[in-house]
């Protein structure tokens, strides 16, 4: 499987700033990166496709405005949480896909994210 | 997607095998089920797939119905560390989307 790493692993940033999150693919070049995010007790939820060298594609009702995705590299996809607020307080996941056939996910670790 | 249907939660006696079921009736031809299971505040952990014939590797076994309306995922020797969260996941195109899940609490 794919190794994937995020940074940071928590973070605490006042209300109304931006906080970046990396996501990386150790040993596979990812051609499509996901963003997920987790509220307690729920499960996860898309929120985004990255996509290298081309623009991400959101769900429905995710701000893209608010969610700066970047994929400018095959191994690192970056999620910018811009003007956060408490709202924004969540557990941020990325996975890459592998692009075999049976398109198997490997997910990293998380990041924690808390706005005061 | 198709979607599936999972219990809430189970309980299951450590070294006992664990049984999780999982309903996916509206699943179409070329859509494979998906395992992944996440602990506490940590990325989902994948376990096993398949598309119609019963799977095994090292950590589980996937049992998928003839008619592929359902599926078991099962842990042979459940431990403590297998407390989690399974969620069961059907999918044919690049994006996974997850359920509630079943939790699974193995007890000593």
Known sequence: GAVVS?????????SGTSV?????????????????????????MLMATSNEGSKATYEQGVEKDKFLINHAS???????????????????????????????????????LTVL | DAKTTQ???????????????CNHSTISGNEYVY?????????P????????????????????TEDRKSSTLILPHATLRDTAVYYCIVRVNHDMRFGAGTRLTVKP
């Open chain 1, 74 to 112: 095959l191994t690192l996809s970056t999620l910018t949480v811009t003007s956060a607020h408490p709202e924004d307080s969540s557990f941020y996941i990325c996975s890459v896909n592998l692009g075999t056939s049976t398109d198997t996910q490997y997910f990293g670790p998380g990041t924690r």
């Open chain 2, 35 to 43: 395992w992944y299971r996440q602990i506490h505040s940590q990325g």
């Open chain 1, 20 to 44: 970046k999150i990396e996501c990386r693919s150790l040993d596979f070049q990812a051609t499509t990166m996901f963003w997920y995010r987790q509220f307690p007790k729920q499960s996860l």
């Open chain 2, 7 to 21: 219990p809430t939660s189970m309980d299951c006696a450590e070294g006992r095998a664990a049984n999780l079921p």
């Open chain 1, 6 to 14: 995020q940074h940071p692993s928590w973070v605490i940033c006042k």
């Open chain 2, 45 to 64: 952990q994948y376990i096993i797939h398949g598309l119609k014939n019963n799977e095994t590797n090292e950590m589980a076994s996937l049992i998928i």
